[in-house]
T-cell receptor, first 116, second 110 residues
Framework: DSGVTQTPKHLITATGQRVTLRCSPR?????VYWYQQSLDQGLQFLIQ???????AKGNILERFSAQQFPDLHSELNLSSLELGDSALYFC???????????????FGNGTRLTVT | QKEVEQDPGPLSVPEGAIVSLNCTYS??????FMWYRQYSRKGPELLMY????GNKEDGRFTAQVDKSSKYISLFIRDSQPSDSATYLC??????????FGKGTRLHILP
């Protein structure tokens, strides 16, 4: 068990809808990262928050947004959903804010999103 | 050229064999190298974490980094059916985002 908790495990929704994915990092970790995993693209970095502040941005669409709350949990909001957004969404956490330079990432078990 | 290249497999080997998994990369600034194991329907789990070149051993697992060739390897000795999973290499420069390979699917045949 990595200590990173993601909810829900599965989400099925229709195109055009909006969903929220939630992540609780490991105790003591200040950084939260969001990744999207699909069969053809692999693990794609979306965004990182460190102690409530956005730290780094990757290939995140404008329809997607995230935030990290004072208790350090994070939410990823996906709106105007398209069929192509169907994927596994992973949250990861680490102690520091500089990626692997401080410590490697510890992943949750993901949320499987299906857009129909 | 992609930053990180990894053969997707699948790679099938008999139980007890030595497994060799590899990645190549193009960014000479990468200093931190990781291997993750991912079982079906689970998140990636950190196996090995190394800094710069050299070898690191942990039980049946050995990670090697050759920065001159931009090539990293993971060796699994005495492979077990429970080692069947997807193995992802990952790497980063200091302070930069972590780049993952697409993963190699490994099957250990009993």
């Amino acid at each position: 068990d990595s200590g990173v908790t993601q909810t829900p495990k599965h989400l099925i929704t229709a195109t055009g809808q909006r969903v929220t994915l939630r992540c609780s990092p490991r105790s003591g970790d200040l950084s939260v990262y969001w990744y999207q995993q699909s069969l053809d693209q692999g693990l794609q970095f979306l965004i990182q928050y460190y102690n409530g502040e956005e730290r780094a941005k990757g290939n995140i669409l404008e329809r997607f947004s995230a935030q990290q709350f004072p208790d350090l949990h994070s939410e990823l909001n996906l709106s105007s959903l398209e069929l192509g957004d169907s994927a596994l969404y992973f949250c990861a956490s680490s102690v520091g804010g500089t990626g692997a330079s401080n410590s490697p990432l510890h992943f949750g078990n993901g949320t499987r999103l299906t857009v129909t | 050229q992609k930053e990180v290249e990894q053969d997707p497999g699948p790679l099938s080997v008999p139980e007890g064999a030595i497994v060799s998994l590899n990645c190549t990369y193009s960014n000479s600034a990468f200093q931190y190298f990781m291997w993750y194991r991912q079982y079906s329907r689970k998140g990636p789990e950190l196996l090995m974490y190394t800094y710069s070149s050299g070898n690191k051993e942990d039980g049946r697992f050995t990670a090697q980094v050759d920065k001159s060739s931009k090539y990293i390897s993971l060796f699994i000795r005495d492979s077990q059916p429970s080692d069947s999973a997807t193995y992802l290499c990952a790497m980063s420069a200091w302070g930069d985002k972590i780049i993952f390979g697409k993963g190699t699917r490994l099957h250990i045949l009993p």
